[in-house]
């Protein structure tokens, strides 16, 4: 108990101390874990909401649709509606393929031709407003969001203008703008919105010559058994009926999703890897003092293992914070990930448990790669010298310190510094490169030619608009997201490092300027030393972000290079504050410092 | 001509009753080509003042002046650029780049003072050659011991052939052979017109000076002229020596 009590002791102390090092392990870690926790929950989510719905709303087993007119589609139906697996059925119903437009947008529609009082199966949920009634349309509601519309707005649906009644849920087809599952005739969908008007209000749709499709929705007694009902009865009519089981629109939901995932999980690597790279430059600035204080805690009689308690406890507790952190930021911002239209309703359930041990191992792994090697390194080093050790002394490069000696003296200094610790070279290249990658993917999906969803072919005339690209609008935010994420601890971690890169050298830097290097020079030295890295990092990110963006059809050179030169630019900024402020210490009183 | 002096150089450290006067209205004359040992106890305003003369402190008051030329109102970067030129530093802990070779440390304030990487060569290269250490150019200051690594710094401090060098406690950390070699490479140098400052309070060092001023709370306490007494420059290696 009295040991734990001085291992909590002394990493308290020690945590207060370094306040604003504690604060940036945290928000690397808490970035990094609520990423990667959103990425992984994303695939339960929609099956959870689709659940919630299609139990909220008696949702159908299997949609049966009979694109084809004919004699032969009504009796295809009624066999298919007393076939002996089938329970319960709601139809036929009319799809009338339409247009429909409001508040000067118009989007591609499916009417559905929906019964006064809906039955067993397929009970859409009024969430606003009430049921259909003659005269009057009910808007599925991710399609009435995208629309902008509510009860009371009118909308019109192919020259026909209805008041909105009610908006409502259904899970007998996917989501907005997934809605017509198959195109007019059979063919491929370009996607619309759903709207149910009532039956005779339908069939006076489908009067104007609009294409229509006949539908039928059932309940199975076994709803698993799905696949076996589709082949069972595929090729059995004299019509052509297309079979959608519910677990294809459980699916479907989450195409809306497919490269949200990726985002966010791909993002929470490169997160992590910035984690590390940040802890990692702030660990190693403070490894001859956590050596310091290793042989202060031998001197008094400490056990290596209450040594390494002290000194790993610290960014293993502060990991783990950040790791509780970032699953509640995950849980809090999971429903708007995972909902980007509103055509389920239900919540999200949380990080399961394979998720918080992702995370706990992400958090506990950032927090080992950091800080065991300086603690191997301060247990492994006799007690007397670690009484007495200073920073680690760099190695001597003279192939380096030649080649500088031809240079002008802020880039002799910048590169005689950045030889110093290569590996830090290294990290903060690879840090660039990391928010170039980012950058370059946001640009390049952003300069993407898009179809988008619910679009006429032929457009939609002057004065209306389409749609926006609900997927692409949620997917460029949340890439947005993690780019800013990215750019901020990219940000932190490019002060550090100057900083780090300034403390470690200033006894380097106060000669040189006793040797006449002017306080401008040693500034711009430390900016170089900080560039030198970047430019590598820059010119390997740019190509792996335009790979991680997937397929490029478009691509914006002109762009990504003037992000390449402001990130370039940037660093150069970001650089200086901490380099000039290095720069200007009291040269007498370092030499001082450093020969006590 | 005097290439130091000062006037009423004042320079206090600290704020309100903690205030310290580590320099207090000090008045210096350093003729060229003079050795000016400056003694007193630790803490006295030694190492402040030889800060203040190489600019690499501002004083709070009076005048600081180098080579006709008034430094105390300068820029840090006017001062710099004075410092490459007019003035090299030996300090007590040396305060050599630990990652460059001894002679990529004295190639340093010459690279920084412009001059090209063969010139910068050639005259470290002559330097080691003239504080004995040709043979050591390529070790690290780590392979050095405490009197070769003063000898380097010596070389630095003379590459740019200053008008001034300002040596702080030089033989502070060396034994008494390694004091001697430094010793005889200033009176060398001292013969050659090398204008020295020594901080020191190592009287045999000071007693190798041709002037001595005794410096006690920041204040000049006795200035005594002492080239020619018989306790110059052979005195103190003669002591030494003894």
């Known amino acids: 108990m009295g040991r734990t009590v001085l291992v909590f002791r002394l990493v308290l102390a020690d945590v207060r101390r370094h306040k604003a090092q504690a604060a940036m392990l945290l928000l690397a870690v808490t970035v990094a874990t609520a990423t990667l926790a959103l990425g992984l929950s ?27 007119p004919g004699p032969d589609v009504t009796p295809a139906l009624a066999s298919l509606a007393h076939a002996p697996e089938v329970v319960a059925h709601n139809g036929p119903y009319r799809i009338v393929y339409a247009t429909l437009t409001a508040h000067r947008t118009a989007s591609l529609v499916v009417v559905h031709g929906a019964a006064d009082k809906p039955g067993a199966v397929d009970r859409p949920l009024v969430t606003s407003g009430h049921w259909v009634r003659s005269g009057g349309a009910v808007l599925e509601r991710g399609f009435a969001t995208a629309l902008g519309a509510g009860v009371g707005d009118r909308v019109t649906i192919s020259g026909r203008t209805y008041p909105v009644v009610g908006i409502a849920v259904t899970a007998a087809t996917p989501v907005f703008p997934w809605a017509p599952q198959i195109g007019p005739g059979g063919g491929p969908s370009d996607g619309g919105g759903l709207v149910w008007l009532t039956q005779s209000d339908a069939r006076a749709l489908a009067s104007r010559d609009l294409p229509v499709t006949m539908a039928m929705d059932l309940k199975l007694r076994d709803p698993a058994a799905t696949e076996a009902f589709i082949d069972a009865h595929r090729h059995t009519f004299n019509t052509r009926v297309n079979f959608h089981s519910w677990q294809f629109m459980a699916h479907q939901d989450t195409v809306m999703l497919n ?41 008094v009689g ?54 918080i041990i992702a995370t706990t191992v992400l958090a506990v792994a950032v927090a080992a790669l950091s800080a065991l090697p300086p603690t191997l390194r301060a247990l492994r080093t006799a007690t007397v010298t670690a009484l007495a050790v ?125 040797l006449g290097a002017t306080p401008g020079q040693i500034s711009a030295g430390l900016s170089i030393a900080q560039l030198l890295p970047a430019l590598p990092g820059a010119v390997a990110g740019v190509p792996l972000g335009i790979l991680l963006s997937g397929q490029v059809t478009t691509l914006p050179v002109s762009w990504i290079a003037a992000a390449a030169l402001v990130i370039l630019l940037a660093t150069t900024a970001l650089t200086a504050v901490p380099a000039r402020f290095a720069a200007r210490r009291p040269v007498a009183q370092t030499l001082s410092a450093e020969a006590a | 001509m005097n290439v130091v002096s000062a006037r009423g150089l004042v320079k206090q450290h ?89 002679a990529e440390n004295v190639e340093l304030p010459a690279l920084l003072a412009g001059r090209s990487r063969r010139e910068a060569r050639r005259r470290a290269s002559l330097l080691l050659d003239r504080v004995g250490l040709a043979g050591r150019a390529r070790h690290l200051p780590s392979q050095l011991s405490g009197g070769q690594r003063q000898r380097v710094a010596i070389a630095r401090a003379l ?74 420059w052979l005195g103190g290696l003669a002591g030494l020596e003894g």
């Open chain 1, 259 to 299: 490269d949200t995932q990726p985002i966010l999980v791909v993002g929470s690597w490169l997160l992590s890897f910035l984690a590390i790279t940040g802890v990692a430059a702030l660990a190693a600035g403070r490894a001859a003092e956590q050596t310091r204080r290793a042989g202060l805690l031998k001197a």
């Open chain 2, 14 to 102: 600290g704020h309100g009753q903690g205030r310290v006067r580590a320099v207090d209205e000090v008045d210096l004359e350093v003729p060229r080509g003079e050795m000016l040992a400056v003694m007193g106890p630790s803490g006295c305003g030694k190492s402040t003042l030889l800060h203040l003369l190489g600019g690499l402190e501002r004083p709070t008051g009076g005048e600081v002046w180098l080579a006709g030329r008034r430094v105390d109102t300068l820029s840090e970067r006017a001062l710099a650029r004075l410092r490459r030129r007019s003035v090299g530093f030996v300090f007590q802990a040396f305060h050599l780049m630990e990652e460059l070779s001894a």
């Open chain 1, 390 to 514: 200073t920073a680690h002394r760099p190695r001597h490069r003279p192939w380096l310190t030649a080649l500088s000696a031809l240079l002008p003296t802020p880039l002799l200094l910048g590169l005689r510094l950045t030889a110093r610790r290569p590996g830090r070279a290294v990290l903060h290249g690879c840090s660039t490169a990391v928010t170039l990658i980012a950058i370059t993917a946001l640009i390049t999906y952003d300069a993407q030619p898009r179809w988008g969803f619910a679009q006429h072919r032929e457009g939609w005339g002057p004065g209306l608009s389409g749609l926006p690209d609900l997927r692409a609008d949620h997917d460029g935010r949340l890439l947005l997201a993690v780019s800013v994420l990215l750019i901020a601890l990219a940000t932190v971690n490019t002060v550090t490092l100057t900083w780090s890169t300034a403390m470690e050298a200033r006894a380097n830097m106060a000669i040189a300027r006793t």
């Open chain 1, 302 to 355: 400490a056990t290596p293992g209450l040594i390494a308690a002290v000194l790993l406890t610290e960014y293993l507790a502060l990991a783990l914070l950040a790791d509780a952190l970032g699953l509640a930021v995950a849980r809090l911002a999971e429903p708007a990930i995972a909902t980007p239209t509103a055509s389920r309703i239900g919540g999200v359930g949380g990080p399961t448990g394979a998720i």
């Open chain 2, 159 to 232: 590459v740019n052939e200053p008008l001034v060098v300002l040596a702080d406690e030089p033989t502070g950390n060396l034994d008494t052979a390694a004091t001697l070699d430094v010793l005889r490479i200033f009176e060398e140098l001292r013969s050659a017109g090398q204008t020295f400052v020594i901080v020191t309070h190592d009287e045999r060092v000071a007693a190798t000076a041709d002037r001595l001023v005794s410096m006690r709370d920041g204040m000049f306490v006795d200035d005594t002229r002492l080239a020619g007494t018989g306790t110059g």
């Open chain 1, 42 to 68: 994303l695939g339960g989510a929609t099956q959870t909401l689709y659940e919630e719905t299609r139990a909220a709303t008696a949702g159908p087993d299997v949609v049966a649709l009979a694109p084809d």
